[in-house]
């Protein structure tokens, strides 16, 4: 398969409500969505970076200057094998895993309506329906996170994560468990702690949390694995696993238990697919995590989702969790029982709503090759 032509779009997309976490408040969705076109068929992939570097080091911004000026230029014209092929064209490229994620996406799902086959089956999936979990905000007061629980549980979500941090973790979370009884329940601190913070951590190991996600720093494997020895409660790792050998040093120091699959945070699915080798090899759970992602990302994150070892459920919510009208049709909707059934027509199985992208378009540029 000759890639043609790709096409970049920059949107800014109002959220349906404002997103806080410890790393700050998102009102808008500001971000990159990648066209890659083959004869007449055409794929799409999303580069969810933040508008500012907060949660990686990259930016919609530097994703945007990355896919332009590096990783497009390596791929166009490429007569590719394989969408794997296009790991390890971007390979040269040091991280800006965002970036080559937005990209690679647009290959695969390319790929995936050339072939005339779901990307999940393509990937290796095994499910037909994925379980749903919800990751809620930092809310501005206990009683609104409690009535945000119980209107995502009303819904059928199956799991409920609640950003924490410092000053907000032990009193909404206790308050949780006091209200919901057993609901599955887990935090996601995106390194807001300190190892000095371990007395602190210790007192949320009281509240039978499913895990706590990537607690301390981006970039350390050492300090979560002494806290991981402290602490009864898994730990998950998110920010802090890049890559496939990221996720084999963390599982050999102990650093954690669980950890979160992003596609976009890795480089892309072949990353993505090969850490879940990994762990299921070693009987590791993973789940599937997300980026406030349009639907366009959120149905790759499905269809990763559909292989076997993503055995808890992920952030893979409905396109009414964070927008008015997503840019797919059919969106994607969560049944009463919290699960979300996979299409099984080609590629990522919804078509994208010209119309609705065109709305929200600040910057395009189309390249060929
Ligand atoms: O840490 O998992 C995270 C959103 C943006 C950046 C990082 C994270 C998140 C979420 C939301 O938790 C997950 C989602 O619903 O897309
Ligand atoms: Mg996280």
């Not at 980026?291 to 070892?309: F, K, V």
Request: with cysteine; glycine share 10%; aromatic share 6%.
């Amino acid at each position: 398969m000759r890639v043609d032509a790709i096409r970049l779009r920059r949107l800014r997309i109002p959220l349906k409500a404002p997103f806080v976490t410890s790393f700050g408040c998102q009102t808008v969705r500001d971000v990159v969505l990648v066209e890659a076109q083959a004869g007449t068929a055409a794929g799409w992939g999303e580069a969810p970076a933040l508008t500012a570097p907060l949660y990686n080091e990259e930016t919609v911004e530097t994703a945007w200057h990355l896919l332009e000026d590096f990783l497009v230029p390596a791929v166009l014209g490429q007569t590719l094998s394989h969408p794997s092929r296009v790991a390890e064209l971007l390979r040269p490229f040091r991280r800006n895993y965002i970036a080559k994620a937005g990209l690679e996406g647009a290959i695969w799902d390319l790929w995936a309506r050339v072939q005339g086959q779901p990307l999940a089956q393509l990937l290796g999936g095994t499910r037909d329906r994925i379980a749903v979990g919800v990751s809620l905000g930092i809310a501005p007061t206990v009683e609104h996170l409690l009535d945000e629980v119980a209107g995502f549980l009303d819904r059928g979500y199956r799991r409920i994560k609640v950003k924490i941090k410092p000053g907000w973790d032990l009193v909404p979370l206790s308050a949780i468990r006091h209200r919901f009884g057993s609901v599955p329940l887990m935090a996601d601190a995106n390194s807001a702690y300190a190892v000095s913070d371990l007395p602190h951590l210790r007192a949320l190991d009281g509240l039978g949390l499913m895990m706590i996600e990537q607690p301390l720093a981006h970039d350390d494997l050492v300090d979560h694995a002494r806290l991981q020895s402290e602490l009864a409660t898994p730990l998950c790792l998110d920010e802090s696993v890049c890559s496939r050998d990221d996720a084999r040093k963390a599982l050999e120091l102990g650093s954690c238990r669980i950890i979160n699959i992003k596609a976009a945070r890795v480089g892309g699915l072949t990353e993505a697919v090969a850490i879940h080798d990994l762990c299921r090899e070693r009987g590791v759970p993973v789940w599937c995590g997300g980026m406030l992602e349009t639907g366009i990302g959120r149905c790759h994150n499905l269809a990763l989702a559909s292989l076997p070892g993503f055995t808890l459920p992920g952030d893979v919510s409905g396109s009414d969790r964070y927008w008015e009208r997503d840019l797919i049709r059919p969106e994607v909707v969560v049944d009463a029982d919290g699960y979300i059934t996979l299409p099984d027509s080609p590629g990522l199985g919804h078509e994208v709503d010209p119309d609705e992208i065109g709305r929200w378009i600040v910057r395009e540029r189309t390249l060929t090759g």
